[in-house]
């Protein structure tokens, strides 16, 4: 079975901290994503990565930073927490649709809380 | 970009029954994949179902059927024989082929409730 492992469940961090969200797969998928889940604005791409150290923004990078230094690994940062930044974090990972069937395959989900 | 439109934020559904959840679609690209995702209190995200655009036959998965219109640019999922089980938040997505990175693109949700 596939396994997209996000470091925590939930995490209350407070305003101005710097704050690292980790995301470890276990497939040898090329993609990865990170998701941004809130009531009613459903699941908003806040940026991927299709290979090692390649990022691309998403829908709403503004807050945001990622690295993704070995390829299992995909790390987002929020540089400066803020409470607006409180939501649910999704972590992705995929093939190339030319190496195989897709889907994305998603961690538990980290609930994150700036206070 | 693409878009993705559910319209029905919630819907209710008796145990049994067969419940119908409404997708649309925005995009001017030729190949793509849509796709069901559901969302149990768990909030592990499951793939339901997958649709390719270049196949006209409808996916089916089970309990899990989908009508694509590709001309109307609607995706719709049907539960038949609903369970408790189905108890969810259902997302629609769509992923542009033309992409690297082949990012999901997903609706706002709808949360369904099955009743006994």
């Known amino acids: 079975d596939v396994k997209v492992t996000q470091s925590s469940r939930y995490l209350v961090k407070r305003t101005g901290e710097k704050v690292f969200l980790e995301c470890v797969q276990d497939?040898?998928?090329?993609?990865m994503f990170w998701y941004r889940q809130d009531p009613g604005l459903g699941l908003r791409l806040i940026y991927f990565?299709?290979?090692?150290?390649?990022?691309e923004k998403g829908d709403i990078p503004e807050g945001y930073s990622v690295s993704r230094e070995k390829k299992e690994r995909f790390s987002l940062i929020l540089e400066s927490a803020s409470t607006n930044q409180t939501s649910m974090y999704l972590c992705?990972?995929?093939?190339?649709?030319?190496?195989?069937?897709?889907?994305?395959?998603f961690g538990q989900g980290t609930r994150l809380t700036v206070v | 970009a693409q878009t993705v439109t559910q319209s029905q934020p919630e819907m209710s559904v008796q145990e049994a029954e067969t419940v119908t959840l409404s997708c649309t679609y925005d995009?001017?690209?030729?190949?793509?994949?849509l796709f069901w995702y559901k969302q149990p209190p768990s909030r592990q995200m499951i793939l339901v179902i997958r649709q390719e655009a270049y196949k006209q036959q409808n996916a089916t998965e089970n309990r899990f059927s989908v009508n694509f219109q590709k001309a109307a640019k609607s995706f719709s999922l049907k539960i038949s024989d609903s369970q408790l089980g189905d108890t969810a938040m259902y997302f629609c997505a769509f992923m542009n082929l033309a992409n690297s990175g082949y990012a999901l693109n997903f609706g706002k949700g709808t949360s369904l409730l099955v009743t006994p």
């Open positions: 992705a990972s995929s093939l190339w649709p030319t190496t195989g069937v897709t889907e994305a395959f």
């Open positions: 497939m040898d998928h090329e993609n």
């Open positions: 995009t001017s690209e030729s190949n793509y994949y």
């Open positions: 990565s299709y290979d090692v150290k390649m990022k």
